[in-house]
């Protein structure tokens, strides 16, 4: 071993001789500087766990499930047979459901069918496939155009039915229940989910569907049993 002289004040260090590892591998001398401890968190993964925890509750209190899910009933005074026909009726669904400005059949699986294959033509029951096309009212008075669908129908105890636009996509069931001869019940099982910019403003969408829905089965109710 040695000392050498460093930058002139009378600092030293040993440079001492190479010492070998049990396996032949060198090791450094006793006056050689430690490698750096590892950061103190390295080893920390349950903290990272609970931080990640943590961070993912925040995140979900700031930006909620954008699903909006909805679910109410209405008694009439109809039958099940004329409940049912009047939900498939397209061309009433402006008579009660919110913000619906105008709304008409389109020709169902074949781009040619018969009117029979349209939403609650004639009276009848729509096909699965069945299409329709709805205009509602957008913020700042702008139109929102969806395309919707027949998904499901079991005449006359229930339909299922969907539409999507840039805004939102939209999957409803009505079921209707017969009370007795004069008496039945519709019941509405629907989900929203707010897309694009409107996933932005979900809270406020899902309170104010939540508040229509009370008009909306009054209008539901006075519509069906209208003469």
């Given amino acids: 071993d040695r000392l050498v002289r460093i930058d002139g004040p009378e600092r030293a260090t040993r440079v001492g001789s190479v010492a070998r590892g049990r396996r032949g591998m060198s090791t450094p001398g006793?006056?050689?500087?430690?490698?750096p401890a590892p950061h103190p968190r390295a080893h920390r993964s349950q903290g990272h766990r609970s931080q990640g925890?943590?961070?993912?509750a925040r995140w979900r209190r700031c930006y909620p499930d954008p699903m909006i899910r909805i679910e109410d009933a209405v008694e009439v005074t109809a039958t099940a047979q004329?409940?049912?026909?009047?939900?498939?009726?397209?061309?009433?669904?402006?008579?009660w459901l919110p913000g619906v400005l105008r709304a008409e059949a389109t020709d169902g699986p074949a781009a040619d069918g018969p009117a029979a294959n349209r939403p609650g033509a004639d009276g009848g029951a729509p096909p699965v496939g069945a299409g329709f096309?709805?205009?509602?009212?957008?913020?700042?008075?702008?139109?929102?155009?969806s395309a919707g669908r027949v998904e499901a129908v079991d005449p006359p105890r229930s339909i299922t039915i969907s539409a999507t636009s840039g805004f939102f996509a939209l999957k409803a069931?009505?079921?209707?229940?017969?009370?007795?001869?004069?008496?039945?019940?519709?019941s509405v099982r629907a989900t929203v989910e707010p897309r694009g910019l409107a996933t932005l403003a979900a809270g406020r969408i899902e309170q104010e569907l939540r508040a229509s829905v009370p008009d909306t089965l009054r209008r539901l109710r006075e519509a069906v049993e209208a003469p």
């Fill in 30 to 35: 006793p006056m050689t500087p430690a490698p």
């Fill in 53 to 56: 925890h943590r961070s993912l």
């Fill in 82 to 95: 004329d409940a049912f026909a009047f939900v498939t009726r397209v061309d009433d669904y402006p008579a």
């Fill in 133 to 145: 096309r709805l205009v509602s009212a957008g913020p700042g008075g702008i139109e929102i155009v």
């Fill in 173 to 186: 069931t009505c079921e209707v229940t017969a009370l007795d001869a004069t008496r039945s019940r519709i």
